[in-house]
């Protein structure tokens, strides 16, 4: 679908269901690709979202243009008693961009995790992504020095005190 076919349409952020796994895949190897490479943390998350992320205490959201989904983010349940947190896996289609997915997707993770009670919220990234960083500094989230990273990508970590 091009930019001009989802003008009109309404983004609907969905809860994740089997059906968006290759969408979830898809669109975060789409960005990771673009300036870096994927790394054995993606591959285990992205190849089976379910069970390493859902089946762990997390959620997943869509953001769907009619029938497309447009993008994705997580909410990753961690082992950590500073950051049981995570915002994670965030990507939206090139196809969406300017549409406000990203901060739809951020409200929802930032809704789940504040019924389930979560005092903070943790995400990791890079400073070469500057609109995602933008983004998260308008979602409230602050820099911060955090735990050891499994990404060889990441070199700024940041919370959100809920």
Same mark, same amino acid.
């Given at each position: 679908m091009? $930019?001009?076919? =989802? @003008?009109?349409?309404?983004?609907?952020?969905?809860?994740?269901?089997?059906?968006? +796994?290759?969408?979830?895949?898809?669109?975060?190897?789409?960005?990771?690709?673009?300036?870096?490479?994927i790394?054995?943390?993606?591959r +285990?998350?992205?190849?089976?979202p379910?069970r390493?992320?859902?089946?762990?205490?997390?959620? =997943?959201? =869509?953001?769907? !243009?009619?029938?497309?989904?447009v993008?994705?983010?997580?909410?990753?349940? $961690? &082992?950590?008693?500073?950051?049981?947190?995570?915002?994670? *896996?965030?990507?939206? @289609?090139?196809?969406? +961009?300017?549409?406000? #997915?990203?901060?739809r997707?951020?409200?929802a #993770? =930032?809704?789940?995790?504040? @019924?389930?009670?979560? *005092? $903070?919220?943790? !995400?990791?990234?890079?400073? *070469? !992504?500057?609109?995602?960083? $933008?983004?998260?500094?308008?979602?409230?989230?602050?820099?911060?020095?955090?735990?050891?990273?499994?990404?060889? +990508?990441?070199?700024? &970590?940041?919370q !959100?005190?809920?």
């Amino acid at each position: 679908m091009s $930019r001009q076919d =989802i @003008s009109n349409l309404p983004v609907v952020i969905v809860p994740y269901q089997d059906q968006y +796994r290759a969408a979830f895949q898809r669109l975060n190897e789409l960005w990771i690709e673009e300036d870096f490479e994927i790394e054995e943390a993606d591959r +285990r998350v992205l190849q089976n979202p379910q069970r390493e992320i859902i089946d762990r205490g997390g959620f =997943i959201f =869509i953001a769907t !243009l009619g029938s497309e989904s447009v993008g994705v983010c997580a909410l990753m349940k $961690r &082992q950590d008693r500073q950051y049981p947190y995570e915002l994670a *896996k965030m990507a939206v @289609s090139p196809s969406a +961009r300017g549409r406000k #997915v990203g901060w739809r997707l951020g409200q929802a #993770v =930032i809704d789940q995790a504040r @019924s389930m009670q979560a *005092k $903070r919220l943790f !995400l990791e990234s890079n400073t *070469k !992504l500057e609109p995602a960083i $933008r983004l998260y500094e308008k979602l409230g989230f602050v820099k911060v020095l955090g735990p050891p990273t499994p990404y060889a +990508r990441c070199n700024i &970590q940041m919370q !959100l005190e809920l």
